[in-house]
């Protein structure tokens, strides 16, 4: 199975579609179906597959990038990062975030000002 033919059987109408685009990605990376070194498809091939505008694949992908799950070549294509340079977190949420105390609002006034 390629990540196109992943993109072609999991199209979403409900939400935002690059964040589905997106976690389609990650579950590729995560499962294996797209392996470190591996070249992704050009950006308007994928964009034509999903459906979907140039600039929401570009979102993707530069969102990609800036997780670290991918890196960008000029002149070569975008590659799928060695695992060993992929954080754990990026994939699976931080066990730490998720034991936050949520904020929430009390209804009292504050002393801020003063």
Known sequence: MTILTLIAENKS????????????????IRDGILK??????PLRTAAWEAKCSLGTMSRVYS??????????RVGQGTF???AANIGADVILPNPL???KAPLVNTGQATDWGR
């Open 13 to 28: 109408d409900q939400g935002q579609k690059y964040a589905h685009l997106e976690q389609l990605f990650k579950g590729a």
């Open 80 to 82: 799928v990062q060695e």
């Open 36 to 41: 470190p070194g591996e070249k992704l498809p």
């Open 63 to 72: 969102s990609l990038e800036r997780k670290g799950l991918v890196n960008a």
């Open 97 to 99: 975030q998720s034991q």
